[in-house]
Nanobody, 123 residues
């Protein structure tokens, strides 16, 4: 069992940066692949980035490539999403998710989800 709690969201201007954190509880955190998804108002939840259980592989959606970076600290049981050069299209609720399996872009692959943190980018 893994519980996930996101933080770090907020209201920022176009071009600003934010760092999201997702703190986990549970003894098996280090064995889970982790991911970030986001959901804009009125739209489906979409993949942002994922990272393998030991952090040696990561994957980004093309929409955030070169701007966002996912990382994890297994000692602190935390996964991060560094977001740079934010624009209005990045607005949405950001969720972290965990799975026993391989890191994936499909939300159906993830069993555990946080409650989300709101990111709003104004122009």
């Amino acid at each position: 069992q893994v519980q996930l709690v996101e933080s770090g969201g907020g209201l920022v201007q176009t071009g600003d940066s934010l760092r999201l954190s997702c703190a986990a509880s549970g003894r098996t955190f280090s064995l889970h692949a982790l991911a970030w998804f986001r959901q804009a108002p009125g739209k489906e939840r979409k993949f942002v980035a994922a990272i393998s259980w030991n952090g040696d592989r990561s994957y980004d959606d093309d929409s955030v490539k070169g701007r966002f970076a996912i990382s994890r600290d297994n000692d602190r049981k935390t996964v991060f999403l560094q977001m740079n050069s934010l624009n209005a299209d990045d607005t949405g609720v950001y969720y972290c998710a965990a799975t026993w399996g391989q890191a994936a872009a499909d939300a159906a692959a993830y069993k555990y989800w946080g409650q989300g943190t709101q990111v709003t980018v104004s122009s």
